[in-house]
């Protein structure tokens, strides 16, 4: 009886994903291939980015080097496959593109074979909002003292 109880109360890995999660998922790995594409035809310079891409204020006012200062950088080097260039220019990008790509993964995954990924249901029980935003916050401060650290020094 024990045995049996202990195997029920194990976490599934794995359930079936439902139609609605499928087409979640679909658009969700859509979305993030869609932005790596664009990003690796900007950085081969087959499009034009530059309309959306403004110079920095708090750069040009301070001198210094803003939070998200590298980030567009990053993510083309990502796109490119220079991943480690990608973390050099500014590390949080690279974390998130890393993230992201891991993310587009088990969509896809999700959306192809219509297998839904229990943990992720209990990570966002188990995490707050609040928590995922500060942990963001706190990441973009991290590589936010990286790019300022590499300002000072020059």
């Known amino acids: 009886m024990q045995q049996n109880q202990q ?5 599934k890995l794995f359930g ?3 139609n609605q999660q499928r087409i979640i998922a679909a658009v969700l790995f859509l979305g ?3 932005t790596f594409g664009l990003s690796a035809l900007a950085a081969n310079d087959k499009i034009d980015i530059s309309w959306w891409l403004r110079p920095c204020g708090f750069k040009q006012r ?5 939070p998200t200062c590298g980030m567009t950088t990053s993510l083309l080097a990502f ?6 260039e990608a973390f050099y220019i500014q590390p949080a990008a690279g974390l998130f593109c890393s ?3 891991v ?9 192809v074979f219509g297998v839904y990924f229990e943990f992720i249901k209990h990570i966002f029980a188990k995490v707050k909002i609040r928590n995922i ?11 936010w003292a990286v790019t300022l650290a590499r300002a000072l020094a020059d």
């Open 32 to 34: 993030i291939a869609g």
């Open 103 to 111: 993310v587009a993964f088990l969509a896809l995954f999700t959306a």
């Open 7 to 11: 195997l029920n109360n194990k976490q």
């Open 99 to 101: 993230i992201t790509v």
């Open 62 to 66: 301070f001198g210094l080097p803003c």
């Open 79 to 84: 796109s490119q496959g220079k991943i480690i």
């Open 16 to 18: 079936y994903a439902t």
């Open 133 to 143: 935003i500060i942990a963001l916050l706190v990441i973009i401060a991290a590589g």
